[in-house]
């Protein structure tokens, strides 16, 4: 295992009542590498899930590196799947614009250029996806808000579709 990327890590309140312990960053902070407190972390999560929507399908179907998604080709469905995400999003009450998560999307593909997603490294070695918690999550969440996600969709069966097919051979 190697550890390749340095993002921060974020920890916030999901509630009133979680909005007293700011301490915890601290004691965090102490402790693992560089932790800062979010007010905001379900906004924070719903950018983290974008990104990941629109980079690990992507580069587990197509067998790819992360930096192989700033090719011409996949800025529509990139595009797509953050249009569909933003929608959501904005159902569930966060706030965000389609065009933030792009521009974080694509910061993250050129600080991860070289690097193959977990969602790649797992359909190439066979292994279950996290696909249920991540494009998954966004697919349940639209179809309780009455939102089309059909490109969020289409990538999840795709993915499913290869997961069973593993069991089948």
Known sequence: MSHTGFGQTQVGPFNALGARCDFIADVFNHALAPVTWNPEIQQALWRKLAVNC??????????????????????????????????VMQAEAISGEAEALRDGVYQVIQATAANLSSMHQDVFHRRPTEIDFITGYVVRKGEQHGIATPVNSALYQQIKTLEQSWSKA
């Open 54 to 87: 629109a980079i690990n399908p992507l580069t587990a179907i197509h067998q790819c590196a992360n930096g192989a998604l700033v090719a011409p080709e996949f800025t529509p469905i990139i595009t797509a799947i953050l249009d569909e995400v933003t929608a």
